[in-house]
Nanobody, 121 residues
């Protein structure tokens, strides 16, 4: 199985930017589709962005389109989430996840520990 470790969360003012990183180890990174989820207090976990194992297919939830960018670096076994124009409603714990299947929300088998993102107004 693959192990995932997120980093890059923090506190930022509205309109600011953060870049989340997720370092993968244990199995062949290029075999896995990767996703970023988030969960805010009282809300269900949602898939924010995802990228296929080959890096060609990309998904964004509507609320982050044009503001967030997912990418992956095969040499570093790392997937990134660049978050720009952050809004208070982006505040959540962000989780990195990996799947050997399709990059849909129900497919992910391996999860990181999460990193807190807080956007102040």
């Amino acid at each position: 199985q693959v192990q995932l470790v997120e980093s890059g969360g923090g506190l930022v003012q509205a309109g600011g930017s953060l870049r989340l990183s997720c370092a993968a180890s244990g199995r062949t990174f290029s075999n896995y589709g990767m996703g970023w989820f988030r969960q805010a207090p009282g809300l269900e976990r949602e898939l924010v962005a995802a990228i296929t194992s080959g890096g060609i297919g990309i998904y964004y939830t509507n609320s982050v389109k044009g503001r967030f960018t997912i990418s992956r670096d095969y040499a570093k076994n790392t997937v990134y989430l660049q978050m720009n124009s952050l809004k208070p409603e982006d505040t959540a714990v962000y989780y990195c996840a990996a799947t050997l299947g399709r990059i849909v929300a129900a497919s992910y088998d391996f999860w990181g520990q999460g990193t807190q993102v807080t956007v102040s107004s």
